[in-house]
């Protein structure tokens, strides 16, 4: 008993722990702009070849705090350390050729830094100023990495033109994660003491413009590892660049756009007729550039005699119907291709199965399998590293030791979600078969309280407040067999003795009862 007794303390103060990692996690990631990286990185991961997310990275930030003082509150800015986490563009992230992954061989990240943010990196621990002063004033020149054909197509695809560019000064900082050799490191300021043997290679992070070196320090991350985590829609094996919606129907889409062309062009050579004109049989001065309603045309008899009309109307065909046919044989194709169908995201115009809800449904589920994958990559190549090493920077750096403990980190988004909605409808059938009073009476009041928790839980409902408890249950069955039978007041199970209304009498039993339905202690 005792070993039990300490397995389970021991088991509690770890969930405990865990817990308490938990929601200060949760509280990083939402002060840290966490919500905001993730939509936009969503939005990368349907469009581009990958997706990427940075962070966490420590970064000073100013906040707005409220202390009270004698005459009210009063605002308080002070500059705090903060961990964040931001979207990394696909056209800013440059890793080693030929790797896998963000987490194999080196990785570089294009900044474009105006002169305000430049200046604002004076000071900072890890930068040199003198370097950075001298570029502000201008004593050393720099020359962007990149050139201006990749500038003026990302300009174009992110629909940017050039009168929206900043009016100040924009340098090109290069960012580099990755092992660089001791005595480069030495060379660009590192002391010795950091760098203790020249000839080996360090994991570091350098800061860089044109040729000249920002800032120089180690990468302190236990295992070496980059703040980066990229993943893909569709993931390709043996390459890090995966494929994004538009590349996965590609040729379907071009067939779409071939359709859509021709609809057009015949919609507008079918709108009016064609005409065929005799020009040597029409008068002196006629005109036959335009075409007008009620039009007279003057004409000449035929010299070789024909009765045949100078002027001929053809009605071209309008091939539409065959045309959107074409469209949406091949829209339907591009669904089924994407794996994203359009009644996922809200068009229920549907034939077959999908015009009754049951079906509908088993085809929303079949659809989700393809959603599920993708959210399995988002687990396994965003979630599950990022909120690790946000985990180790705590158990490192955070002084609240009450949080800090052994833990495996283990996303459960992809499983949750292929598990919720089949869980929770085998529960409503479950719940359903066992509504008769053979099965009610061998499950009792509290295990079909049980079950109906589980149902809300699942349906997102205040399971506190709808379901009662089992201590409440209790108390509510002693009421029930407590209640007076006719011929007068009878003295309850468990010896409550009733006043004639049928409440209990006073006494530690009776008050009891009464304060624990009424929820007073």
């Known amino acids: 008993e005792s070993i039990e007794e300490a397995r389970q303390q021991r088991d509690k103060i770890a969930r405990d722990k865990a817990e308490r990692m938990q929601r200060r996690i949760k509280d990083q990631f939402d002060e840290g702009g966490w919500r905001e990286a993730f939509n936009a990185f969503i939005s990368d991961l349907a469009t581009y070849k990958m997706a990427v997310l940075k962070g966490p990275v420590v970064r000073r930030r100013k906040k707005l705090k409220w202390e009270q003082g004698p005459d009210g509150y009063r605002p308080v800015v002070s500059d705090d350390l903060v961990t964040e986490i931001e ?38 621990p890890g930068y040199n100023d003198n370097t950075i002063r001298a570029i502000l004033s201008r004593q050393i020149s720099t020359t962007p990495w990149s050139d201006d054909i990749m500038d003026s197509t990302r300009k174009q695809l992110e629909e ?6 900043a009016p100040t000064t924009t340098y090109e900082a290069l960012e580099f994660w990755g092992k660089v050799h001791g005595r480069l490191l030495i060379d660009w300021g590192m002391p010795e003491d950091v760098v203790t043997d020249p000839d080996k290679h360090y994991d570091a992070n350098i800061w860089t413009i044109g040729n000249y070196v920002l800032k120089a320090t180690l990468n302190y991350d236990p295992l070496g590892e980059t703040p980066y985590s990229g993943t893909s829609f569709i993931k390709q094996p043996g390459t890090m660049w995966g494929l994004g919606v538009p590349e996965t129907i590609e040729d379907v889409q071009r067939v779409c756009n071939a359709a859509a062309r021709s609809l057009v062009n015949n919609m507008a050579i079918a709108s009016g007729p064609q005409v065929e ?9 006629e005109e036959i550039t335009t075409l007008a309603p009620w039009r007279i045309w003057q004409t000449v008899s035929d010299p070789a005699g024909s009765s045949s009309p100078a002027v001929r109307f053809v009605q071209p065909d309008d091939r539409a119907g065959s045309l959107i046919g074409v469209y949406d044989k091949f829209l339907r194709m591009a669904d089924d291709q994407s794996g994203i169908p359009a009644y996922i995201y809200g068009n229920l115009n549907v034939s077959g199965a999908g015009r009754t809800s049951s079906g509908l449904s088993m085809l929303m589920g079949a659809a989700g399998k393809g959603i599920r ?15 690790r090493r946000q985990y180790t920077f705590n ?37 359903n078969a066992t509504a008769n009073p053979v099965d009610v009476e061998i499950l009792g009041k509290s295990g079909r309280a049980s079950l109906l928790r589980e149902v809300a839980k699942g349906l997102q409902m205040p399971v506190d407040e709808v379901i009662p408890s089992k201590e409440k249950l209790a108390l509510l069955d002693a009421m029930s067999a407590a209640t007076p039978q006719q011929g007068g007041p009878q003295p309850a199970q468990g010896g409550v003795p009733l006043q004639p209304d049928g409440t209990p009498k006073g006494g530690q039993a009776g008050n009891q009862v009464t304060s624990a339905l009424s929820g007073r202690p």
């Open 87 to 124: 979207r990394v563009s696909p056209f800013d992230i440059f890793p080693e050729p030929g790797v896998s992954s963000l987490s194999e061989g080196y990785v570089f990240q294009r900044h474009k830094l105006p002169s305000a943010k430049l200046a604002a990196l004076i000071g900072v």
């Open 160 to 165: 940017r033109d050039a009168f929206l560019d």
């Open 277 to 285: 004109i005799s020009v040597d049989r029409l008068a002196k001065g």
């Open 373 to 387: 994958q993708v959210v399995m990559h988002i687990d396994a190549d965003i979630i599950l590293p990022i909120v």
């Open 395 to 431: 158990m490192r750096f955070d002084p609240d030791q009450s949080i800090k403990g052994d833990v495996q980190i283990i996303p459960r988004g992809a499983t949750q979600l292929a598990m919720k909605d089949v869980m929770n409808t085998r529960r409503v059938e479950f719940l």
